[in-house]
């Protein structure tokens, strides 16, 4: 079974920037497609980016030009890099795969975008 955690939230600036990170278990992270959800308070989790096995991104539009989803095979990690931040991306984020036909959660991590 593959285990997800997430880390690098924390408190930005409109405007900054944040890294975050998603490690997983296991020695079938180069297979597995990886997705970045995100869930604001009262509202539902929503899907903000994904990466494929062979590296094919694609964004929601509300973050598309500000946000960059990659993966390091080697370190079995996935990253959000997130930048122009806007005080609307505060929420909790949320690493997520398929594995067995069943989709496998991170955590979460906080954001908050705030002056």
């Known amino acids: 079974q593959v285990q997800l955690m997430e880390s690098g939230g924390g408190m930005a600036q409109p405007g900054g920037s944040l890294r975050l990170s998603c490690a997983a278990s296991?020695?079938?992270?180069?297979?597995?497609?990886m997705y970045w959800y995100r869930q604001a308070p009262g509202k539902e989790r929503e899907l903000v980016a994904s990466?494929?096995?062979?590296?094919?991104?694609n964004y929601a539009n509300s973050v598309k030009g500000r946000f960059t989803i990659s993966r390091d095979n080697a370190k079995n990690t996935v990253y959000l890099q997130m930048n122009s931040l806007k005080p609307e991306d505060t929420a909790v984020y949320y690493c997520?795969?398929?594995?067995?036909?069943?989709?496998?959660w991170g955590q979460g991590t906080l954001v908050t975008v705030s002056s």
């Open positions: 990466v494929t096995s062979i590296g094919i991104t």
């Open positions: 296991g020695s079938s992270f180069s297979i597995i497609p």
């Open positions: 997520k795969t398929t594995w067995r036909y069943a989709g496998v």
